[in-house]
């Protein structure tokens, strides 16, 4: 698959690498040459402007900060139309209280970047891993390859998200529509804001079959 990185960050160096091993043909585009041919050179990939990832792929990765998403994609709204384009971004405010979501009235992020280039095919997928988990080849964890959730409503863009996932040896989730995209957002918050805690989030969602009894005596309503 022909992919275009909007990024020249950790996110599109570890992701567009694996993508290179994986075999596809990845383009990182960034608004410095400099940076961009230094990011595409550790992921091996080809290096050009924003315009000419976005471009470039069928599939779209937008890894730049989610505070400078919706006016980067507003920009590139024409290149974009017919892509699937991929936001990996998180909305996250540090605050007193802990991280919080920035998405306005929107939702999420996600879906204000559907608003913004209304023709392209917008997911959301790969935003819950610290970015050194894209640097596993494969990223397995206790032998059990990492599923990665997305949510997509075209098509297309789930058909490109799965081979995306898949063939970097993850295992796609799919999990709805756009509009179920804020909860991957909020996901985001809660287990970042855990592991800053010293908190393993992952130990707060045993699967309900470890614990028989508990299930079967529980109120379905
Ligand atoms: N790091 C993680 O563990 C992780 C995990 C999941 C999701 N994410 C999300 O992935 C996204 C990228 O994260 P990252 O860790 O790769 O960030 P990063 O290393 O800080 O890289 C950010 C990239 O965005 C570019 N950028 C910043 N403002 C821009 C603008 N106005 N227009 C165009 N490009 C701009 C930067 O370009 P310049 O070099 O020119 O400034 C840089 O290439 C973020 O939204 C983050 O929330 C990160």
């Known amino acids: 698959m022909k992919i275009g990185i909007l990024g020249t960050g950790g996110m599109a160096a570890a992701l567009g690498g694996a993508w290179v091993a994986a075999g596809h043909d990845v383009l990182v585009g960034g608004r410095s040459p400099l940076r961009a041919r230094r990011t595409a050179e550790l992921a091996a990939a080809g290096a050009g402007s924003l315009a000419d990832a976005a471009r470039h792929g069928d599939a779209v990765l937008l890894a730049v900060p989610a505070a ?35 998405v306005g009235e929107t939702g999420s992020i996600a879906w204000r970047l559907a608003t913004a280039a209304p023709g392209a095919y917008v997911v959301k997928a790969f935003n819950l891993c610290h970015v050194s988990s894209w640097t596993l080849r494969p990223p397995t964890f206790e032998n059990v390859p990492l599923a990665v959730p997305f949510c997509a409503d075209h098509p297309t863009a789930v058909a490109a998200t799965r081979t995306l996932i898949d063939s970097i040896g993850c295992t796609p989730a799919p999990c709805g529509g756009l509009v179920r995209a804020a909860y991957l957002e909020a996901t985001a918050a809660l287990a970042i804001g855990m592991w800053w805690a010293g908190l393993q989030p992952r130990n707060a969602f045993p699967s309900p079959a470890e614990a028989p009894q508990s299930w079967a005596a529980s109120p379905r309503s």
Request: proline content about 9%; overall charge negative.
């Open 68 to 102: 400078a998403a919706p006016r980067l994609v507003t920009e590139l709204a024409d290149d974009l139309a017919g892509r699937t384009v991929v936001d990996c971004t998180n909305p996250l405010v540090p605050t007193d209280d802990g991280l919080l979501l920035d």
